[in-house]
């Protein structure tokens, strides 16, 4: 009796394994079908799973957003376009940028890094036609550098005869960062920084990855604090950095920046991002908590070296 009770015992594991096997087998097929591809937009990706940016940013909105950037007055007539935004963002949005989340939160990271990128590329003034927030992308380089940023670099030497100012949609300075970031997008910036003033979509690349990457190990991207995905530990809490756009801030440009209380290179940012939040349908009354970056205690000092130099 015991000897039948064994060997009908065996069948039975037998389907159960089949069944564990089996459950497993679906549960794969099911996470592999939760990849998704929207044309050249977006491609095998959970992310691509939602709305790509262009369904829910179109050009448009990206000509209201920038509606100074070609008048004769403006330094960079003819280069930016919304082509070249969104042809750039199919490197990043398979990464979660301007997918993550529902639309509202797409559409809001869209308006914060564009914030950011219209903030940095201003020629907008008090007085100004449109109103000083109407001039983004109005520069794809510095005009005047003071110096050029050449620093002595074993990994990354300066390049004879090459200057390192600022240059592209979150200006790239220094021959440390030029050589990283063109590390980063197979480009020779070191020997060449002059294509991120030449290439809008490069340009437009090379701001996406500096949002999407963090400065260092073990520290957020720009992206992880504004959609939710980084949970700050007991220093950064005691260090006042808290999810949302004002971290932002501090991950791009640290204590030149923060930390300096209500300084106006700190709401001039916050303001181009609210600025666009309405033009964008969205409104600023939905900007997010921890906006400023105010009181927070720089990520890097700058003291120490960083990419946002």
């Known amino acids: 009796m015991a000897a039948k009770k064994v060997s009908s015992a065996i069948p039975m594991a037998i389907s159960m394994l089949v069944f564990v096997l089996g459950v497993g087998v679906v549960a794969a097929k099911s996470k592999k079908e939760k990849l998704c591809t929207k044309g050249w937009e977006c491609k095998a990706s959970v992310y691509?799973?939602?709305?790509t940016i262009s369904d829910l940013f179109q050009v448009y909105q990206f000509e209201n957003l920038f509606s100074k950037r070609n008048t004769p007055v403006a330094h960079a007539v003819g280069f930016?376009?919304?082509q070249s935004f969104i042809t750039a963002s199919t490197a990043y949005q398979p990464q979660g940028f301007g997918t993550t989340g529902g639309k509202q939160m797409?559409?809001?990271?869209?308006?914060a890094f564009l914030g950011h990128v219209g903030s940095k590329t201003s020629c907008g003034y008090g007085v100004a036609t449109g109103g000083p927030l109407a001039w983004g992308l109005c520069y794809n380089r510095e005009l005047s550098p003071s110096k050029s940023y050449c620093e002595d670099s074993y990994v990354y030497p300066c390049t004879p005869g090459v200057e390192y100012y600022g240059r592209g949609a979150l200006p790239v300075y220094w021959n440390y960062n030029y050589g990283t970031v063109g590390?980063?997008?197979?480009?020779?910036?070191?020997?060449?920084?002059?294509?991120?003033?030449?290439?809008a979509t490069l340009a437009f690349q090379a701001a996406m990855w500096r949002w999407m990457t963090p400065i260092k190990k073990k520290q957020p991207s720009a992206h992880d604090v504004f959609v939710g995905n980084w949970?700050?530990?007991k220093n950064d809490t005691l260090a006042k950095r808290l999810p949302g756009f004002g971290t932002t801030m501090n991950v791009l440009y640290g204590d030149l920046v923060c930390g300096q209380g209500s300084a106006d290179s700190m709401n001039n940012i916050i303001s181009h991002y609210q600025y666009y939040l309405d033009l964008m349908g969205v409104g600023r009354e939905l900007s997010g908590d921890n906006?400023?970056?105010?009181?927070?205690?720089?990520?890097?000092?700058?003291?120490e070296k960083s990419s946002s130099s």
């Open 183 to 199: 590390k980063e997008l197979k480009v020779d910036l070191l020997s060449h920084p002059e294509y991120l003033e030449q290439n």
């Open 291 to 303: 906006l400023d970056c105010a009181e927070q205690q720089a990520f890097n000092p700058s003291a």
């Open 231 to 233: 949970k700050p530990t």
């Open 80 to 82: 930016w376009d919304y």
């Open 48 to 51: 691509c799973c939602n709305q």
């Open 106 to 111: 797409q559409m809001k990271e869209v308006a």
